[in-house]
T-cell receptor, first 111, second 112 residues
């Protein structure tokens, strides 16, 4: 089954404690992206990757890092999380301009 | 900068009561307009892509249409299982990034 898998699905942590949210897709897609979804603001892009070792900033990249060492994986790294990064995060992938497939989301709470 | 505005924010319908959801957009060059459905606790699920004004697509009780300034998602004789948040997104002409610019969504509730 074609899918985008995110882990963890839920995480409560404290300010400053480094965390990584993993994203993996099994569709051999070149393009992968991270979004955050906040009430009243909708979905906003954080970072994206056009292919292995090619990443770039989206609209709200501050406080986040990404890497793309393998085609299937695109982890989102929060080096020093802060409460304003409390949000619902989605990873998405696509290929050749086709519609993006989304994971089921990761709900992060940073105290 | 690409912008997407969806209206109304929320819509409550009786089962069988047809209606339309609106998505107004501004984009320098539209590569595609997308409709997604999002259920609570889930990621957005793709419904339709529209590429040019005048285009229409249908799937069960849903029909999406596109003009140069807006798109409509028509829901005919809705059922309670159509209750969800419907997201509209546009993809501009930027070659390097397939970024989607999303609206804030329309929460649809269909009462039995």
């Amino acid at each position: 089954e074609a899918q985008v898998t995110q882990n963890p699905r839920y995480l409560i942590t404290v300010t400053g404690k480094k965390l990584t949210v993993t994203c993996s897709q099994n569709m051999n897609h070149e393009y992968m992206s991270w979004y955050r979804q906040d009430p009243g603001l909708g979905l906003r892009q954080i970072y994206y990757s056009m292919n292995v070792e090619v990443t770039d900033k989206g609209d709200v990249p501050e406080g986040y890092k990404v890497s793309r060492k393998e085609k299937r994986n695109f982890p989102l790294i929060l080096e020093s999380p802060s409460p304003n990064q409390t949000s619902l995060y989605f990873c998405a992938s696509s290929s050749n301009g086709q519609p993006q497939h989304f994971g089921d989301g990761t709900r992060l709470s940073i105290l | 900068e690409d912008q997407v505005t969806q209206s109304p924010e929320a819509l409550r319908l009786q089962e069988g009561e047809s209606s339309s959801l609106n998505c107004s957009y501004t984009v320098s060059g539209l590569r595609g307009l997308f409709w997604y459905r999002q259920d609570p606790g889930k990621g957005p699920e793709f419904l339709f892509t529209l590429y040019s004004a005048g285009e229409e697509k249908e799937k069960e009780r849903l029909k999406a249409t596109l003009t140069k300034k807006e798109s409509f998602l028509h829901i005919t004789a809705p059922k309670p299982e159509d209750s969800a948040t419907y997201l509209c997104a546009v993809q501009g002409p930027t070659g390097a990034n397939s970024k989607l610019t999303f609206g804030k969504g329309i929460t649809l509730s269909v009462r039995p």
